[in-house]
């Protein structure tokens, strides 16, 4: 039997600059149109978790992720940790933004800001229509084991978002080690020049073009590598 392929699903966490250091919106006029363009010129998809405040500030840019055949999915509407909500704020978060962003296309994929969902929100998805939350980090080693709630399947994040801006000598060894299914993820405000911002290294080094370049070469390498890309509403957890 012939091996299954790869699968990778490539996001993007939308949303202001660099929360919670930055709260600007270059990443989103500047970032973002470069990100999209990346995107058709290598014919994949993508999945955009956007938030409610980046929804209300640019309704152009989530009708665009849409027009283009990208899936968008929900990023909590204020970019603040849930890990400081209680349920009715949580539940406010997650009603909130599906009801803005529905308005341009089916929503059914969430992920928490900060990649932190407490386990005991997860039935709040549910009832609102999530079948899957990418709230979670293979990488994040000090993290709470995963539980579980009828209806919505997990699928966390593979590495951080700096990975894939590594000098390539470094990131393609890292990436031939991950296993399926792969999930990367990126922001906007990566494709702006934030080198001299006043943000930690590793959310600054080498972003702007080289962080697009980087991106196209990993986009590449996977597909020379003989993985599909997929969007995240098309998971499917193993039987």
């Known amino acids: 039997m012939a091996a299954a392929r790869l699968e990778v699903y490539l996001t993007a ?16 006029e500047e970032g973002m149109p470069k990100l999209l ?12 978790f956007v938030t409610g405040d980046t929804a209300e500030h640019y309704p152009g840019c989530v009708a665009d992720i849409a027009a283009r055949g990208h899936e968008v999915g929900c990023h909590g509407f204020s970019h603040q940790s849930f890990a400081t909500f209680d349920e009715a704020r949580a539940r406010s978060e997650i009603v909130r933004t599906n009801e803005i962003l529905r308005a341009f ?8 800001p900060y990649l932190t969902l407490p386990e005991k929100f997860l039935p709040l998805l549910a009832a609102d229509g999530i079948r899957t939350d990418s709230s979670r980090g293979r990488y ?7 539980t579980s709630a009828p209806g919505v399947a997990r699928l966390a994040a593979s590495i951080p978002p700096s990975v894939l801006r590594l000098p390539a000598l470094v990131r393609n060894p890292w990436l031939a080690m991950l296993r399926g299914p792969v999930v990367l993820f990126v922001h906007p405000w990566e494709f702006v020049d934030l ?7 590793d959310c600054r080094f080498r972003t702007g073009e080289p962080a697009l370049h980087d991106l196209r070469d990993t986009i590449r390498w996977f597909r020379d590598a003989g993985a599909s890309f997929r ?5 499917r957890p193993p039987a």
């Open 13 to 28: 966490d939308v949303e202001p600059d660099c929360p919670p250091y930055l709260w600007t919106w270059r990443g989103i």
């Open 37 to 48: 363009d990346l995107f058709d010129a290598e014919s994949v998809l993508g999945t955009f």
């Open 231 to 235: 969007r995240v509403a098309d998971y």
């Open 140 to 146: 994040k080693w000090k993290q709470a084991a995963s």
């Open 195 to 201: 080198t001299r911002a006043a943000i930690p290294l």
């Open 105 to 112: 296309a089916p929503v059914t994929s969430f992920r928490a």
